[in-house]
C-alpha cells in the first residue's frame, strides 16, 4: 500500500518544527509527560496496548452479543478487530513518515494532515472526549468491581449466628471514591515511562480475568433454559439494544487515542525507527486481545444466552472467592488504563498552561492540575454511574472516529493513494463503517442512560 512520505514542502515542514525551538522550549519538551523520556522497549508498547485496549469493554463483550445475536455478534467483533489492527498500523506508519520528524500526539498528526487550525480542532476535541470519557467508566468500573468484591467478601463469611458480617451496606459513591484515591497518588507519575510497571501489571490482570470470566463460565456450564433471542420485547427496544452494543465493541477497540504517544516514548533513528518495535508491541498485543475478547465474548453468550448482565462478573455468582479475585483484578486493572489514558491529558492540560499561559513548569503546577483532573472525573463517575449506557455512548460518539476512520481519512490526505486501489478501497470502506458506527451507536448508548436514570438516585 506505500508508507513513503509525501515529498512535497519536507524541507520547509521540518524547519519549521525542529530546528528552530529555543533551548527554552525544548526544556519545556522534555519537561512533559510525551516527550520526556525516549528510552522504552518493544515490549512497553505491548503491555501499553494491551492496558489501553482491554479493559472494562471486554466485561460488556457477552452483553453486546446478546443485544447483536450470534451472526451480528460475531461478525461485527472479528471485523472490529481486523480494522483496527489495519488503522492501528496506519499510525504506527505515519508517526515518522516526514524524515526527521515525530508526530508524538494525535493532534500533531491532525495538524499536518488537514492544517494547524482545522486539524487541531479536528482531533482534539474527539481525543478528550475518548480519553475524559474512558477514564470516567474506568471510575464507575473500579467502583462497582470494588463494591462487587467487598458483597462477595460479605456473603461468604458468617458470625456465628448466621448473620454476614456486613451489617450495613456501603453506597457505590464510597467505593468510587476510594478507587479515586489511588489515582490522587499515581496521577503524579512524571510520564509513561513511569508508570511502565503499573502498565505491566494491568496488562496482567487483563489477561487474568479474562480467562476468569470465560473459564468459570464454561465450569457453570449452560444455564438451564438458555435463549439466545433478542433480549428486547419489542422490535424498538430490539434496534435501539443492537445499535448500543455496537457502541460497547467500538469501545473495547479504544488504543488508538493513545498509540503515538506510546510510540514517541520508543527511541527512533534513521537506520532503526520506531515503528518496528512499535509494531511488533501491537502485534503481540493484538494477539493478547484477541485471547482476551473472542472468548469472553462467545463462550459468555453461549453459557448464559440472553440473561448475561452488562457486566459478566456480574452474572457469575460462584465460586464466591474467584469471583471476588476476578474483581480485585478488574480493579487493578483499570487503575492501569486510567493511568494510560489520563497521560495524554495531563501532557495537554501542561502544554496549555506552560506554552499558552506562561506558568513556569513546576512540580506544584503539576500537582494542582493532575489532583483537579481527578477530582473531576470521580465527581462526573459519582453523578452518573451508568455503566453500560455510557459504554455505547461513549464508544459511538468518540471511539468511531478516532479509532475506525480518521486514520483512514489522514491517510488518505497525506498519501492520496490511487482510486480505486486495494488501499483506496480499504479505508473508504473502513470509513463508510466508522461513519456508519458514530451515528447510530450513541442512540442506543444515550437511549440505554435515559431508562436507567428514570430509577437512579442521585449518590446513592
Not at 474527539?126 to 467487598?150: A, N, P, R
Not at 459513591?173 to 509513561?192: K, Q
Not at 465450569?219 to 452494543?245: I, L, M, Q, R, W
Amino acid at each position: 500500500m506505500g508508507t513513503q512520505a509525501p515529498s512535497s514542502d519536507l524541507q520547509n515542514y521540518n524547519s519549521k518544527t525542529v530546528d528552530e525551538r529555543s533551548a527554552k522550549e525544548k526544556a519545556i519538551d522534555d519537561w512533559l509527560p510525551i516527550t520526556s523520556s525516549r528510552n522504552a522497549k518493544w515490549w512497553y508498547s505491548a503491555f501499553h496496548n494491551v492496558t489501553a485496549m482491554v479493559g472494562a469493554g471486554v466485561l460488556s463483550l457477552p452483553y453486546a452479543m446478546s443485544n447483536l445475536g450470534w451472526g451480528p455478534g460475531v461478525a461485527v467483533m472479528v471485523i472490529s478487530w481486523i480494522i483496527t489492527l489495519y488503522t492501528l498500523w496506519q499510525m504506527v506508519e505515519m508517526h515518522e513518515m516526514v524524515p526527521g520528524k515525530r508526530f508524538d500526539r494525535y493532534h500533531e498528526l491532525g495538524q499536518y494532515a488537514f492544517g494547524e487550525k482545522l486539524g487541531l480542532w479536528i482531533v482534539v476535541p474527539q481525543q478528550l472526549v475518548v480519553e475524559v470519557g474512558v477514564d470516567i467508566v474506568y471510575m464507575v468500573t473500579g467502583g462497582k468491581s470494588l463494591h462487587k468484591f467487598h458483597e462477595l467478601v460479605c456473603k461468604k463469611y458468617y458470625d456465628n449466628e448466621g448473620h454476614p458480617h456486613c451489617k450495613k451496606d456501603i453506597k457505590l459513591t464510597y467505593f468510587i471514591m476510594i478507587f479515586a484515591s489511588a489515582h490522587f497518588v499515581l496521577s503524579h507519575l512524571p510520564n509513561f515511562n513511569s508508570i511502565s510497571g503499573v502498565s505491566l501489571a494491568a496488562a496482567v490482570m487483563s489477561l487474568s480475568y479474562s480467562t476468569i470470566a470465560w473459564g468459570a463460565s464454561v465450569k457453570k456450564g449452560v444455564k438451564d433454559g438458555v435463549e439466545y433471542g433478542y433480549k428486547a420485547h419489542s422490535t424498538p427496544g430490539t434496534v435501539f439494544n443492537f445499535f448500543a452494543s455496537l457502541g460497547d465493541v467500538a469501545f473495547a477497540y479504544a488504543g488508538h487515542n493513545v498509540v503515538l504517544e506510546i510510540q514517541a516514548t520508543i527511541p527512533s533513528t534513521p537506520e532503526k525507527p520506531s515503528k518496528g518495535p512499535m509494531w511488533r508491541g501491537v502485534v503481540v498485543a493484538y494477539i493478547v486481545v484477541a485471547l482476551c475478547y473472542f472468548p469472553v465474548a462467545f463462550i459468555g453468550y453461549w453459557m448464559f444466552g440472553n440473561s448475561v448482565d452488562d457486566n459478566i462478573l456480574i452474572t457469575l455468582e460462584k465460586p464466591t472467592w474467584l469471583i471476588a479475585m476476578a474483581n480485585m483484578f478488574v480493579v487493578v486493572h483499570v487503575i492501569g488504563s486510567y493511568q494510560i489514558y489520563a497521560m495524554p491529558v495531563f501532557d495537554m492540560i501542561e502544554t496549555v498552561l506552560v506554552k499558552k499561559l506562561m506558568f513556569k513548569p513546576t512540580w506544584y503546577l503539576r500537582f494542582a492540575s493532575r489532583n483537579i483532573y481527578v477530582a473531576f472525573t470521580m465527581f462526573v463517575a459519582i453523578t452518573f454511574p451508568f455503566f453500560g449506557g455510557l459504554l455505547g455512548f461513549f464508544g459511538g460518539f468518540a471511539f468511531a472516529p478516532t479509532t475506525y476512520f480518521l486514520p483512514c481519512i489522514m491517510w488518505l490526505a497525506i498519501y492520496k493513494p490511487k482510486k480505486y486501489s486495494l488501499s483506496w478501497i480499504a479505508n473508504w470502506f473502513c470509513i463508510i463503517l466508522g461513519v456508519l458506527l458514530m451515528v447510530i451507536a450513541p442512540i442506543g448508548g444515550l437511549r440505554q442512560i435515559i431508562i436507567q436514570a428514570k430509577t437512579y438516585k442521585f449518590y446513592s
